[in-house]
Nanobody, 126 residues
Framework: QVQPVESGGGLVQPGGSLRLSCAASGRTFSSYDMGWFRQAPGKEREFVAATNWSGGSAGYAASVKGRFTISRDNAANTVYLQMNSLKPEDTAVYYC???????????????????WGQGTQVTVSS
């Protein structure tokens, strides 16, 4: 089991950057794929990015590709989301999630993730 805990959210101006962190407890962190999802007010939760257990492969939603980068440090049990060129439409609660690396579901399918953090608020506004 892992328990993700997000941090790093806040208020940023359009065009700015933020780096979210997700620290996950548990000795088996490196056996999990890790993903980031977000949920804006009045909208459904949506996929943002994910990386496989080793960090050697990653996938992104079309809306963030080229602006966001997911990475992980298995020695530190941490996954990161570097967010650049932020837009007001990126405003949301961002959630970190973990799933078994053996899952056959697409990374973007939230049903494949068994462990979720509480979320961190990101607000992009001038």
């Amino acid at each position: 089991q892992v328990q993700p805990v997000e941090s790093g959210g806040g208020l940023v101006q359009p065009g700015g950057s933020l780096r979210l962190s997700c620290a996950a407890s548990g000795r088996t962190f490196s056996s999990y794929d890790m993903g980031w999802f977000r949920q804006a007010p009045g909208k459904e939760r949506e996929f943002v990015a994910a990386t496989n257990w080793s960090g050697g492969s990653a996938g992104y939603a079309a809306s963030v590709k080229g602006r966001f980068t997911i990475s992980r440090d298995n020695a530190a049990n941490t996954v990161y989301l570097q967010m650049n060129s932020l837009k007001p439409e990126d405003t949301a609660v961002y959630y970190c999630a973990a799933r078994a690396s053996s899952s056959l579901r697409p990374w973007s399918d939230s049903r494949g993730y068994a462990y979720w953090g509480q979320g961190t608020q990101v607000t992009v506004s001038s």
